[in-house]
């Protein structure tokens, strides 16, 4: 089955370390995206891409850099990690809009970051 | 910007239909999703409404009134299973992004 993959799953880091999230897709979208997750605060959008030269920041994307090495993969650095970056991180992808319509996302499993 | 308001938790029996609301206000609106997550799960998408009006799709069903900024997800026939949290999404332009409320975490009861 076409998926979404995120590496690693779990991971525990110290404040200044700097720390790499890789997401891949077998769907063939272009458009893959960058979210946080907190309790009582939803689902936070920190970059997304429409295609490999194409890079956004999204509402929240102090800290944090992205790179999209190709199609199918887009990665997630925290350049310095602090605490306050501990959350659950989903990458997502989803075709190109066709009419107009916005197109559902597809979810990777998440990785849980804590830094202490 | 935008503002997404959706319960923040719901309870309900088995066997029953619970409605969950969600108001919007957002400029340049492009169609509104409902995401069913499971604790510690990744979001699955459920619906997709950019017409006012209902669609169905077996036991959930969404409704759309764009006029009042206003979207509900029914889901008959609770089950056990249904306990999840749910996420009202608006996207908006061109483009493909969401703007995700907070979510219902709802619970199912016996």
């Known amino acids: 089955d076409a998926d979404v993959t995120q590496t690693p799953r779990n991971r525990i880091t110290k404040t200044g370390k700097r720390i790499m999230l890789e997401c891949s897709q077998t769907k063939g979208h272009d458009r893959m995206y960058w979210y946080r997750q907190d309790p009582g605060l939803g689902l936070r959008l920190i970059y997304y891409?429409?295609?490999?030269?194409?890079?956004n920041k999204g509402e929240i994307s102090d800290g944090y850099s992205v790179s999209r090495q190709a199609q199918a993969k887009f990665s997630l650095s925290l350049e310095s990690a602090i605490p306050n970056q501990t959350a659950l991180y989903f990458c997502?992808?989803?075709?190109?809009?066709?009419?107009?319509?916005?197109?559902?996302?597809?979810f990777g499993p998440g990785t849980r970051l804590t830094v202490l | 910007g935008q503002n997404i308001d959706q319960p923040t938790e719901m309870t309900a029996t088995e066997g029953a239909i619970v409605q969950i609301n969600c108001t919007y206000q957002t400029s340049g609106f492009n169609g509104l999703f409902w995401y069913q997550q499971h604790a510690g799960e990744a979001p699955t998408f459920l619906s997709y409404n950019v017409l006012d009006g209902l669609e169905e799709k077996g036991r959930f069903s969404s409704f759309l009134s764009r006029s009042k900024g206003y979207s509900y997800l029914l889901l008959k026939e609770l089950q056990m299973k249904d306990s999840a949290s749910y996420l009202c999404?608006?996207?908006?332009?061109?483009?493909?992004?969401?703007?995700f409320g907070t979510g219902t975490r709802l619970q199912v009861t016996l």
């Open positions: 999404a608006v996207g908006t332009g061109t483009a493909s992004k969401l703007t």
């Open positions: 891409s429409f295609d490999v030269k194409d890079i």
């Open positions: 997502a992808t989803s075709d190109t809009g066709t009419s107009g319509r916005v197109d559902e996302q597809f």
